[in-house]
């Protein structure tokens, strides 16, 4: 049986508001150490600007992007279709007392007007949602003229024999002992069938994505040094399911004044600070 959009808006909702208990114990959805969060801010503020903008974290979750943001100086809004990822994201602004605007919503269809924000974070997100093609156009809206997005994804599972074969000793060991993954679990057929990225989105297919949606890629950067940064807190048999690729990709919207003379380079990954 097809699920319609309305029908799997609503169980990406459950799926998530179910995970929001366990999300952040997984190493890299929460962010558990010092050292990945420094990574994360130099790698989020790569060429920005030193004035306070106004940012949106696009399914935000349990906001570790947008409290990233905050930490540096920023404005940010949140939007999410579960409340309670959101619920959790509350709570740790709270504790570091920190502001966070967060709306429940659908990221494919943002209630925002024309030109609402200076920059767009979005991470893990793209491969949820069933039209990704529509989120990005949307997000391209709500951009200033020269606004900018940054993507950040990968691929966790490529969908190879020996891919599987691993993911399944990690998955049987992980509940052996005890621990939980839930939300991956509940992502049944019907809806993996919905999502045109369902195990991530090759770096390729992202280039196509943007370039449809209006964006002018700006830089490439490889992320595979925070997921090491991952796999250190991890047990053996975890590390066995750890993502193919991982990747950060900068853009500005298509404008005039800016599109002449734009070229993409990758970066190569920020060393780890020695303290």
């Known amino acids: 049986m097809t699920m319609d959009d309305h029908e799997v808006t609503e169980t990406v909702r ?4 179910h995970s929001s208990t366990t999300y952040d114990d997984n190493p890299g ?3 558990g150490t010092v050292d990945e969060s420094e990574a994360w801010k130099r790698e989020l503020g790569r060429d920005l600007p030193s004035t306070s903008l106004r940012v949106l974290d696009a399914g935000c979750g349990t906001g570790a992007m947008g409290l990233l943001f905050a930490e540096m ?11 309670g990822m959101m619920e ?10 920190l502001s966070l605007d967060l709306r429940t919503g659908n990221a494919e269809r943002l209630p925002f007007p024309d030109g609402s924000f200076d920059l767009i974070v979005t991470r893990h997100l793209l491969w949820t949602l069933p039209h990704p093609e529509i989120a990005l156009r949307d997000w391209h809206r709500v951009l200033v003229p020269g606004g900018r997005l940054l993507v950040i994804d990968g691929i966790w599972d ?3 024999l020996s891919t599987r074969v691993k993911m399944g000793i990690s998955s049987g060991m992980t509940r052996i002992f005890g621990q939980k993954n839930t939300h991956r679990r509940s992502y049944d057929r019907a809806l993996r069938s919905r999502l045109p990225y369902e195990g991530g989105v090759p770096l390729e297919s992202m280039l196509a994505l943007l370039d449809r949606a209006g964006f002018l890629p700006l830089h490439i950067g490889d992320l595979l040094y925070i997921r090491d940064l991952h ?15 991982y990747y950060v990709v900068a853009s500005i919207t298509e404008n005039s004044s800016r599109a ?3 070229t993409m380079e990758y970066l190569p990954p920020l060393p780890v600070e020695e303290e």
């Open 88 to 97: 959790k994201a509350r709570k740790k602004a709270e504790a570091r007392n």
């Open 231 to 245: 796999r250190s807190q991890l047990p053996w048999y975890r590390r066995l399911a750890q993502g193919k690729t």
């Open 73 to 83: 100086g920023h404005r940010v809004t949140g939007i999410d279709l579960s409340e």
């Open 29 to 31: 959805h929460g962010i």
């Open 260 to 262: 002449a003379g734009v």
């Open 158 to 160: 490529d969908h190879r």
């Open 14 to 17: 459950t799926v998530w508001d």
